[in-house]
């Protein structure tokens, strides 16, 4: 193996100088005074200081430091990790992500780009990496394992094991992220089984996504070396996946709540094989309630001690994903701390990531730096044609995609449409709405009109370019002007969301960043949502969230009806089906 001689010397004279520090020999730079600190490792809440010098703990007691700080008796613990995360469901980009998680305390995320990668391919990981580089936080991405996550959609890109085995040795790279695709894996599907070989061979764990798997099934996805879960829904599927072996990812999201329910399941005898994930978390919900602190405020609330709930939140996920500088306050770990007056509400006072002070009682240090990269180019290439909405009417009975309220499952549904002058039209009065998907990244000019119960709109239409899983853009309206008005308005802002009525723009917002991101601060996109789904409402939307609504109608791995650019998609035969019946 070669080694930087450079590079080499610069790391010896760092632990040169860390060792002096841990032995007193030298000032360290910083020692904190009067902590409680929770040790992950024994259990214990220990009195006294810590020292750090050069970004690292060094030490405990009263070693020489530059700088002495009286923290009056508060709670010390790690750095909290994110252990599953879809940065592109706060809707900003990287460094305004940190800006919103870095003073709730969450130092560490580690997350999956699945959904750029659905739209730009490793350009879109490249993207991710670059503009997350430099941030006062420890930013890692999963590899994703799923572009596209199926065959029934156009997405804007592809990554064959090829791409896989270029990106998997990347330092920042810990892991290959959830394979989504156990079907791929239990009837042995080659390109599946090649991307799981690169990343066994890379000695990177893989993330799992089974949902609701069991059995011999489970079993055999398991075999294939694969080692968590962030799906479970169930606390008995969740026990027979930790008996199997399995890492629990105990998640708590806006879409998908599962915390309360698996709560149960942690013991001493099980909290080292469980740890926290938020999955996605829309921009309202990281301003009004925060990230991984949520699930430690949850899990003490529901009588799990504390130290256990920090431990899953720290020392597990950084021992998982092999992050051995991180997750503990002990000697040559990285200085991320938190200080907390309670272990109960915590509330992070202080935030230290690196020995430097970087947020403080809900608020970024001003002098923290979080400078954005370029934004790419626009994915949006949408042609003129693709904006005709008219349907020819072939039969009287059509199918249905009938939403579940604050679900993102669907029921598939047969009605009588709705025939005017030989063409298929909504039909209001029964709620029965015109939905559409338009492939928006110039690969197969592609679209598919279908209808959709559950939306209660009166007038407009609501259209977004945040479309899981290939993110094309969804539509759904009462008159196709007005559609075609909210997907052009999409189109030229090179992506986001707009709610439309009788040809006038009511609200949107702009996500240029893959038609995904925007690079404005959270609290300002939440606050444009929020005036997003009050227009929603003012033409009869009942749904507490349309927008994710409408962008989960077009996935096509969740039951039971889903549509995307290619036509609807029966999940359960996981096939393509006429709208006709």
């Not at 009525?501 to 609290?523: F, H, K, Q, W």
């Not at 927008?547 to 791995?557: G, H, Y």
Request: net charge negative.
């Amino acid at each position: 193996m070669k080694f930087d001689e450079t590079c080499l010397s610069q790391i010896t004279h760092k632990l040169s100088e860390t060792i002096a520090a841990a032995r007193g020999e030298a000032p360290a730079d910083i020692r904190f005074h009067n902590c409680r600190i929770v040790n992950v490792f024994s259990g214990e809440i220990l009195d006294g200081d810590i020292v750090v010098s050069g970004g690292r703990i060094v030490g405990f007691g009263p070693l020489p430091a530059r700088e002495v700080r009286d923290m009056k008796g508060l709670y010390a613990t790690p750095g909290l990790i994110d252990a599953h995360v879809h940065i592109e469901s706060s809707m900003t980009c990287p460094a305004q992500f940190a800006a919103a998680v870095l003073p709730r305390g969450t130092t560490t995320v580690v997350a999956d780009p699945h959904e750029i990668a659905n739209v730009m391919g490793t350009a879109g990981i490249a993207y991710m990496l670059d503009a997350s580089a430099d941030l006062p936080a420890n930013v890692h991405f999963t590899l994703s394992s799923c572009v596209p996550a199926t065959t029934m959609e156009t997405s804007g890109a592809a990554i064959g094991p090829a791409g896989i085995a270029e990106w998997i040795s990347n330092d920042r790279i810990p892991a290959l992220a959830e394979m989504m695709n156990f079907p791929g894996v239990l009837f042995r599907d080659p390109d599946v089984l090649q991307k799981i070989a690169v990343a066994t061979v890379a000695g990177k764990p893989i993330d799992g996504h089974s949902p609701g798997l069991s059995g011999s099934d489970l079993t055999a996805y398991l075999a294939a070396g694969i080692r968590s879960d962030h799906e479970c829904v169930g606390l008995e599927e969740a026990r027979e996946k930790l008996r199997q072996g399995m890492f629990i990812m105990v998640r708590e999201g806006s879409g998908a709540k599962n915390a309360r329910t698996l709560m149960p399941l942690v013991g001493p005898d099980t909290w080292h094989r469980m740890m926290w994930c938020t999955d996605d978390r829309n921009p309202h919900d990281l301003v009004q309630e925060g990230s991984i602190d949520v699930l430690l405020r949850m899990a003490v609330s529901m009588g799990i001690d504390p130290v256990t709930a920090i431990r899953m939140g720290t020392l597990v996920p950084a021992s998982y994903f092999g992050l051995h500088h991180l997750g503990a306050i002990a000697p040559g770990r990285q200085a991320d701390i938190l200080f907390f007056r309670d272990l109960k509400s915590f509330t992070a006072e202080d935030v230290y990531w690196k020995g430097q002070r970087v947020a403080g009682n809900g608020v970024l240090e001003p002098m923290v730096s979080l400078e954005e990269t370029d934004v790419p180019p626009s994915t949006m290439h949408i042609e003129a044609e693709q904006l005709d909405f008219r349907l020819r009417a072939t039969g009287g009975r059509i199918r249905v995609i009938e939403i579940v309220p604050d679900q993102i499952v669907t029921r598939a549904g047969i009605d009588d449409a709705c025939v005017q002058e030989g063409m298929l039209v909504s039909d209001v009065r029964r709620d029965l709405l015109k939905l559409a998907v338009i492939e928006r990244h110039g690969r197969s000019g592609t679209k598919a009109v279908a209808f959709v119960r559950g939306f209660g709109l009166r007038s407009g239409a609501l259209a977004t370019s945040v479309a899981h899983d290939s993110h094309n853009v969804i539509v759904v309206g009462t008159r196709d002007a007005d559609m075609r008005v909210a997907v052009s308005a999409i189109r030229d802002m090179g992506g986001g969301i707009v709610v439309v009525n009788e040809g006038r723009i009511l609200e949107r917002l702009a996500l240029p960043i893959a038609g995904l991101m925007s690079t404005r601060p959270v609290s300002e996109i939440a606050e444009r949502l929020a005036h997003l789904v009050q227009a929603a409402r003012s033409l009869g939307c009942p749904l507490n969230d349309p927008f994710m609504t409408l962008s989960f109608l077009a996935l096509p791995v969740i039951p039971e009806l889903k549509l995307t650019d290619m036509g609807l998609v029966d999940v359960g035969r996981f096939e393509i089906v006429p709208l006709v019946v």
